[in-house]
């Protein structure tokens, strides 16, 4: 807007939004139809893996991983999403408390892994090949352990993104 349009005159008065008392008011009437929404809370952590699966020949490891060259692993910097979803509260305008899925991912994530080697210091990749995949899939089952038990009524977990580097992420959804 130039200055030129700028009106020096008061509005008039009816064209002034103002509110009904309260108890005449219906607030989020917008979600009295149902609205499905998803929410994402993003984490940072680093990590080093070595991508080796003990139960094949040295030359497997190497056609398949092509590790060789790195006997004792390789770091990332990982980020991870986790998106909940749900119908909104109509009363809060919430889905739920962020706060919730922070404090999870904090203690059941962020905790055991940030600065772990993920073959050897980390008690829910044992036994795996700690692929993106793989980590995907292990997060996604003690993610949603845990939120069952938090009884969010009407909030499940819909997705799992690992992101090992700018460009290469995996998506898992619990099939
Ligand atoms: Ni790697």
């Not at 108890?23 to 009295?32: D, F, K, M, S």
């Not at 060259?69 to 408390?97: C, M, P, Q, S």
């Amino acid at each position: 807007m130039s200055l030129s349009e700028v009106s020096a005159v008061a509005p008039d008065d009816d064209a002034v939004w103002k509110p009904l008392p309260n108890a005449a008011r219906r607030i989020n009437q917008i979600l009295e139809k149902p609205r499905k929404v998803y929410v994402t809370r993003k984490v940072h952590f680093n990590a080093a893996h070595r991508l080796f699966n003990p139960t094949f020949t040295d030359e497997q490891n190497c056609d398949v991983y092509d590790i060789c060259n790195n006997f004792y692993g390789h770091g990332h910097n990982y980020d991870l999403e986790v998106t909940l979803a749900g119908i909104v509260n109509k009363d809060t305008g919430y889905l739920f408390d962020l706060k919730i899925l922070k404090k999870l991912l904090e203690e059941e994530i962020l905790s055991k892994v940030d600065h772990k080697h993920l073959n050897f210091d980390v008690e829910m990749f044992k036994d795996t090949v700690p692929t993106a995949e793989v980590i995907a899939v292990v997060f996604w089952d003690v993610i949603d352990r845990k939120l069952k038990t938090l009884n969010l009524e009407g909030v499940e977990l819909y997705e799992v993104r690992v992101f090992e580097s700018e460009r290469n992420f995996v998506v898992y959804r619990g099939e």
